[in-house]
């Protein structure tokens, strides 16, 4: 069991030594404020007022959540006061500038999984904090960088317990919220990712949809020990991504969301900048891998504020297993009558 030090200790012994690191550690820290206040309503629900009430819809048409606008408003006000050029968020159409001669910028995903907040599932915050570039100022441009540049990235999770995932780029850590003093505590260190699989997360009803490759995967997993894989798996699906990444973290397994055929889904359906790109850095720094079917997600350029992804991570070898399927889709069938999937292992 790990020293349970508050992450304002664990931040501070970091950045002891490092301005700029002491800029990254004031941004989390506000953050951390932001989601206690966060995880309070959260934890106060229908008593605070319909907080699944649907008020309108955002940038990408999505249905905004009362509780989507109060998270975001809160995490705004909380990085108000921090060395932060500009804030993206997914509740905004365009960058707020705060301060453009700050060193930092940030990405948010104020409240991800917010179609589960009336069922009582676990949800979350999710960010990312990249370097504020100088010749762009506070602007839109200033985002369009690599994952693989991020300072620090984490996400929070409102569950039966909340807990704050972070990475500032020496390992994955789990800092566990003490609702006794209000302090998050580190509980787990340096975590590892199993490298191997028996749990794969992805949403089946779409299966129709996906290319070759991603059905032949499938496919031949629902197999099991009678399949090629020559082992049983079991499928999990949430809809909430903190949630099939916190699963992943404690005990190994894949997430699927490949690109499909549906209107508004060949790129992907989950956003770069701010889920992808964050989620990909904790799986990395635990071990594991983060790709959009075909390459690093973290090496993917920026294009778009809100541009989308597919993605894929996990356990690595099950990872890389996932990419080799789609390297090989001139020598995968689609469906086809008589002789069904055709997957990786078969002749």
């Known amino acids: 069991m790990c020293q349970q030090i508050s992450l304002e200790a664990h931040l501070s012994g970091w950045s002891a030594s490092y301005s700029d690191r002491r800029a990254v550690a004031a941004v989390v820290l506000a953050l951390a404020h932001a989601a206690r206040q966060i995880a309070d309503l959260i934890a106060r629900g229908p008593l605070d007022g319909p907080l699944e009430a649907e008020i ?48 930092l910028i940030v990405a948010l995903d104020p409240l991800d999984g917010s179609s589960n907040i009336d069922t009582d599932v676990s949800i979350g915050t999710i960010f990312s904090i990249l370097p504020a ?102 499928m999990r699906w949430i809809a909430s991504l903190v949630a099939e ?53 973290l090496q993917i350029p920026g294009m778009a504020l809100h541009q989308r992804t597919p993605l894929i991570f996990g356990s690595r070898s099950e990872v890389e297993l996932i990419g080799r399927y789609v390297a090989a889709r001139h020598e995968l069938s689609e469906r086809a009558p008589l002789f069904g999937y055709r997957g990786l292992f078969r002749a």
């Open 56 to 103: 309108g819809t955002n940038v990408h048409g999505d249905v905004q959540k009362e509780l989507d606008v109060r998270a975001n408003a809160l995490l705004i006000a909380a990085l108000q006061t921090t060395p932060v050029a500009a804030i993206a968020s997914e509740e905004l159409d365009e960058p707020l500038v705060c301060d453009d001669s700050a060193p």
């Open 245 to 297: 990444c916190h699963r992943i973290l404690a005990r190994g397994g894949v997430f699927l969301y490949p690109a499909d055929a549906r209107k508004g889904y060949q790129q992907g359906r989950l956003r770069l900048l701010y889920e992808a790109n964050p989620v990909a850095l904790l799986i990395e720094q635990a071990g594991g891998k983060a790709i959009d079917s075909q390459g690093p997600i």
């Open 133 to 234: 570039l100088a010749d762009a100022g506070g602007g839109m441009h200033a985002f369009f960088q690599p994952g693989s540049r991020q300072k620090a990235a984490g996400y929070v999770i409102y569950g039966p317990q909340c807990a704050l995932v972070l990475t500032v780029g020496t390992g994955t850590h789990i800092f566990t919220l003490d609702r006794a003093s209000g302090e998050f505590r580190l509980t787990r260190s340096a975590i590892q990712i199993p490298a191997s699989a028996r749990e794969y997360a992805i949403n089946a009803s779409n299966q129709r949809h996906w290319s070759g490759a991603i059905r032949a995967y499938f496919a031949d997993c629902i197999e099991g020990e009678d399949g090629p894989r020559g082992k049983d798996f079991n």
